[in-house]
């Protein structure tokens, strides 16, 4: 049952943001069967069993994830059109400098878009320290000790996502674990410093986390999301042997496995299966279509006309990855969306014709929306999809990659064969399994098969940096102004170093205009 709105009008405004952020990332939601955003039902009221009084607190950080310059295109940019894998895509004048400078570099200090992400994973981090205040501090709240561990583990899961984002894409950055609201006049702390601050945050989220949520909790940190992402920041650190255990506490876990075809991992009814480690949750109906949502899917879309103005037609796979899929791959299909060219249709996954004269001859088939749920929203933004942050493919590649690097290749070609048996299928005639032993060819292989397997899923770019190979890799490509010393970071936004008065200091190399 519904509890009524004037009951809800009746509580302090605190209760009405629970209501909100329950519906948003508590609620399974089904494909074509959503609960209307805001409001309690007998489940939510005040808070859930099983859940927490922090919650307020806790689904702020959760929305946070969801915002536009954590998810949306700051992040789309800084992690796949900087790469080989994707170009800008749209029309050659949208988006201006800052889009075409995230394209072929360099980065300004004056980009908007580095500014963005320096703003939005700041807040994200801020929230999650607000997380920790209140358990530490709010008296008025009474709950048990494993409820104030739960929801700071939950915080601590995020904050250490946010701090593993920034660290990567900015290198020195202000170490903030109270509530501040701002990044300014805090002085930015090494890589070496912060790496043993996130490793902290998820070795606790880990071992705070419920190994799975109730239904009604889809989408909230679990486990398996703790140590997966643990093992991530293990290999960023080459720290062979930490990634492998982290990794493998993620298999061993019993939640997840690869029983989702890869053709229905990235539609709207592939979210939340247990080829899941972890979501961003979005949502969206006829009455709220985009409030609960995430702009991901809209700046990615088919940039057209009339009902084929699905978006901006941003990030679009470029001709390099076309080439690296082997023959009879059928992960290319699901990855690359092409458009109709004279004499030779373009069919979307659903059976739909493009139409000729498109901006771009193909574009990310990832996020390519179900038209049964644009008519049900009345929208065609795509702002329900989910943005998949951690797959278990992705889980089982880092742990191939680590045991290859330690010397245990019989371990990294038992995992790697999963995840092409995967995508195999039953055709025998494709993508033969890897028998080679030899460390550096394996390297390679291993390699291949992470770009082929997470292609346009924000993996590409940082891969190339942590392997020591993008300037060669993006030379190659044609983006010829990359250089290594000044373009695997991203510089400190001019605007932060303004706002601090010279406390934040700029990233070596990094142009001052």
Same mark, same amino acid.
């Given at each position: 049952?519904?509890?009524?709105?004037?009951?809800?009008?009746?509580?302090?405004?605190?209760?009405?943001?629970?209501?909100?952020?329950?519906?948003?990332?508590?609620?399974?939601?089904?494909?074509?069967?959503?609960?209307?955003?805001?409001?309690?039902?007998?489940?939510?009221?005040?808070?859930?069993?099983?859940?927490?009084?922090?919650?307020?607190?806790?689904?702020?950080?959760?929305?946070?994830?969801?915002?536009?310059?954590?998810?949306?295109?700051?992040?789309?940019?800084?992690?796949?059109?900087?790469?080989?894998?994707?170009?800008?895509?749209?029309?050659?004048?949208?988006?201006?400098?800052?889009?075409?400078?995230?394209?072929?570099?360099?980065?300004?200090?004056?980009?908007?878009?580095?500014?963005?992400?320096?703003?939005?994973?700041?807040?994200?981090?801020?929230?999650?320290?607000?997380?920790?205040?209140?358990?530490?501090?709010?008296?008025?709240?009474?709950?048990?000790?494993?409820?104030?561990?739960?929801?700071?583990?939950?915080?601590?899961?995020?904050?250490?996502?946010?701090?593993?984002?920034?660290?990567?894409?900015?290198?020195?950055?202000?170490?903030?674990?109270?509530?501040?609201?701002?990044?300014?006049?805090?002085? *930015?702390?090494?890589?070496?410093?912060?790496?043993?601050?996130?490793?902290?945050?998820?070795?606790?989220?880990?071992?705070?986390?419920?190994?799975?949520?109730?239904?009604?909790?889809?989408?909230?940190?679990?486990?398996?999301?703790?140590?997966?992402?643990?093992?991530?920041?293990?290999?960023?650190?080459?720290?062979?042997?930490?990634?492998?255990?982290?990794?493998?506490?993620?298999?061993?876990?019993?939640?997840?496995?690869?029983?989702?075809?890869?053709?229905?991992?990235?539609?709207?009814?592939?979210?939340?299966?247990?080829?899941?480690?972890?979501?961003? *949750?979005?949502?969206?109906?006829?009455?709220?279509?985009?409030?609960?949502?995430?702009?991901?899917?809209?700046?990615?879309?088919?940039?057209?006309?009339?009902?084929?103005?699905?978006?901006?037609?941003?990030?679009?796979?470029?001709?390099?990855?076309?080439?690296?899929?082997?023959?009879?791959?059928?992960?290319?299909?699901?990855?690359?969306?092409?458009?109709?060219?004279?004499?030779?249709?373009?069919?979307?996954?659903?059976?739909?014709?493009?139409?000729?004269?498109?901006?771009?001859?193909?574009?990310?088939?990832?996020?390519?929306? $179900?038209?049964?749920?644009?008519?049900?929203?009345?929208?065609?933004?795509?702002?329900?999809?989910?943005?998949?942050?951690?797959?278990?493919?992705?889980?089982?590649?880092?742990?191939?990659?680590?045991?290859?690097?330690?010397?245990?290749?019989?371990?990294?070609?038992?995992?790697?064969?999963?995840?092409?048996?995967?995508?195999?299928?039953?055709?025998?005639?494709?993508?033969?399994?890897?028998?080679?032993?030899?460390?550096? *060819?394996?390297?390679?292989?291993?390699?291949?098969?992470?770009?082929?397997?997470?292609?346009?899923?924000?993996?590409?770019?940082?891969?190339?940096?942590?392997?020591?190979?993008?300037?060669?890799?993006?030379?190659?490509?044609?983006?010829? $102004?990359?250089?290594?010393?000044?373009?695997?970071?991203?510089?400190?936004? *001019?605007?932060?170093?303004?706002?601090?008065?010279?406390?934040?200091?700029?990233?070596?190399?990094?142009?001052?205009?």
């Amino acid at each position: 049952m519904k509890i009524s709105g004037n009951i809800q009008k009746n509580y302090p405004a605190v209760f009405m943001l629970i209501a909100v952020v329950t519906a948003l990332a508590a609620c399974k939601k089904g494909f074509l069967d959503r609960d209307p955003q805001g409001r309690y039902t007998s489940d939510t009221y005040p808070y859930p069993q099983g859940s927490s009084p922090f919650d307020q607190y806790v689904f702020a950080a959760y929305g946070a994830l969801r915002s536009y310059n954590v998810s949306a295109t700051p992040f789309i940019a800084a992690v796949s059109i900087r790469s080989d894998d994707a170009d800008k895509g749209s029309t050659p004048g949208d988006g201006g400098a800052d889009a075409q400078d995230m394209d072929n570099f360099p980065v300004s200090p004056s980009n908007g878009m580095a500014n963005g992400l320096w703003t939005g994973y700041f807040d994200l981090i801020n929230k999650c320290n607000i997380v920790m205040d209140q358990v530490a501090n709010n008296e008025e709240i009474t709950a048990s000790d494993e409820i104030k561990r739960q929801s700071l583990a939950e915080a601590r899961f995020i904050r250490a996502y946010g701090y593993f984002m920034l660290v990567r894409l900015f290198g020195r950055v202000p170490l903030i674990d109270t509530v501040t609201g701002t990044s300014a006049n805090i002085p *930015q702390s090494a890589p070496g410093v912060i790496y043993p601050f996130i490793e902290k945050d998820l070795q606790y989220a880990a071992a705070n986390l419920p190994l799975s949520w109730d239904a009604r909790f889809v989408g909230r940190a679990t486990q398996g999301a703790a140590n997966g992402l643990l093992a991530k920041v293990y290999l960023t650190e080459k720290k062979w042997g930490m990634a492998m255990d982290a990794a493998d506490l993620v298999i061993q876990s019993g939640q997840y496995d690869l029983s989702t075809p890869y053709d229905r991992i990235f539609g709207e009814d592939g979210e939340n299966t247990r080829e899941s480690v972890f979501e961003i *949750q979005a949502t969206a109906d006829a009455t709220t279509p985009t409030d609960y949502g995430i702009q991901y899917a809209s700046v990615q879309g088919v940039r057209g006309t009339g009902s084929w103005d699905l978006g901006w037609g941003w990030n679009t796979p470029s001709t390099r990855l076309l080439y690296a899929y082997e023959d009879g791959d059928p992960r290319e299909a699901r990855t690359v969306l092409f458009t109709s060219t004279p004499g030779h249709p373009g069919l979307t996954i659903y059976g739909e014709v493009t139409p000729l004269g498109l901006p771009n001859p193909r574009y990310n088939n990832k996020v390519y929306t $179900n038209p049964a749920m644009r008519n049900e929203v009345g929208n065609r933004g795509g702002y329900w999809m989910n943005v998949r942050v951690l797959r278990y493919a992705d889980v089982l590649l880092m742990y191939a990659e680590a045991a290859n690097e330690a010397g245990n290749t019989a371990a990294a070609l038992e995992k790697l064969e999963m995840v092409r048996a995967r995508a195999r299928g039953d055709d025998a005639n494709i993508l033969p399994e890897i028998t080679t032993t030899d460390q550096h *060819q394996l390297r390679q292989i291993i390699r291949h098969e992470r770009r082929v397997e997470l292609a346009m899923e924000h993996e590409r770019f940082f891969d190339l940096v942590r392997w020591g190979v993008a300037a060669d890799t993006l030379h190659a490509a044609g983006k010829n $102004n990359f250089s290594g010393s000044r373009d695997n970071l991203l510089p400190v936004p *001019q605007a932060q170093i303004d706002l601090s008065k010279g406390e934040l200091t700029q990233n070596p190399e990094t142009r001052t205009s």
